[in-house]
């Protein structure tokens, strides 16, 4: 007799659809294949091309910019508003500071990218809340910010199959911290070692995706409009990963983490 464990089926085939939609979200194209389908394939590598220096200013513009979403998420979402994601509106307001990067290039990196993250965060927030999350917790709140880990892995990471829940592990410790933090002191200081650590590990991740965008977006015949249209795809693709992300904490309030993660692997298998 073979001791293999083999979990019950205690989701409904409404929420085993969900969950493997979830993972379709989670586990499908990357940001640089929407930006090749979008642009040509050359763009895959010109984010792995940039220069030392510029890797380096897109490190700290894209700590900078989550640092700033860290704070206008904790201090500004409202809860009362309605449950509706406006993923039109979000995009287009996206799409439009993609015209900044598109027409003034990598200069502009450090005054747009924190308008379309923070503009971004909105859109996640709005996604979390439809899913049921209550953005009052800090813990739901970091849970938006995290979905920005999900985009890309950090320099040095091999491809990981499967790796959203991964990457939630790898951050788990920092998110419960922080958010613990949070809970008894409020965003006090922003320079917290416990919050900073936070940040870069989630910036590390991050900023894979930024340097992508910010290829795509340097393509000389594309300028504004190709800005507006990069951005547009990196908006659907952090929404995307958003809806998974949230579908799967759902149902994880409603089965337990084990019982969703050993469905989603199984079902992450059959795409």
């Known amino acids: 007799m073979t001791t293999d464990a083999v979990m019950p089926a205690l989701l409904s085939c409404e929420e085993l659809g969900e969950l493997q939609f979830a993972a379709r979200c989670l586990e499908g194209d990357s940001f640089a294949s929407r930006a090749a389908n979008l642009l040509g394939r050359q763009v895959e590598a010109l984010g792995r091309a ?58 502009s990196t450090a005054i747009e990218l924190p308008i379309s993250t923070t503009i971004l965060l909105r859109s996640i927030a709005e996604i979390a809340r439809e899913e049921g999350e209550d953005l009052s917790r800090p813990e739901a709140a970091l849970a938006c910010i995290e979905v920005f880990a999900l985009g890309g892995q950090a320099a040095g990471e091999a491809a990981i199959e499967g790796s959203y829940f991964v990457v939630r592990g790898a951050l788990a410790k920092s998110v419960g911290e922080s958010a613990r933090f949070i809970a008894q002191r ?67 309030r409603v089965h337990g983490t084990d019982v969703v993660q050993f469905e989603y692997r199984r079902l992450r298998n059959q795409i």
């Open 50 to 107: 940039l220069p030392s220096s510029a890797r380096q200013a897109v490190a700290r513009a894209t700590e900078s910019a989550l640092k700033i979403a860290l704070r206008f998420a904790l201090r500004t979402i409202d809860k009362k508003s309605p449950a509706k994601a406006a993923k039109g509106l979000h995009k287009a307001a996206a799409a439009a500071s993609g015209a900044v990067g598109g027409a003034f290039g990598f200069a």
């Open 186 to 252: 409020g965003l006090v200081d922003e320079t917290a070692p416990i919050l900073v650590r936070l940040v870069s590990q989630i910036a590390a991740r991050f900023g894979v995706v930024v340097s992508e965008k910010l290829a795509a977006q340097a393509v000389p015949v594309l300028g504004a409009i190709g800005g507006a249209a990069v951005n547009v795809a990196f908006a659907e693709h952090f929404q995307t990963l958003a809806r998974g992300h949230f579908i799967v904490r759902r149902l994880e």
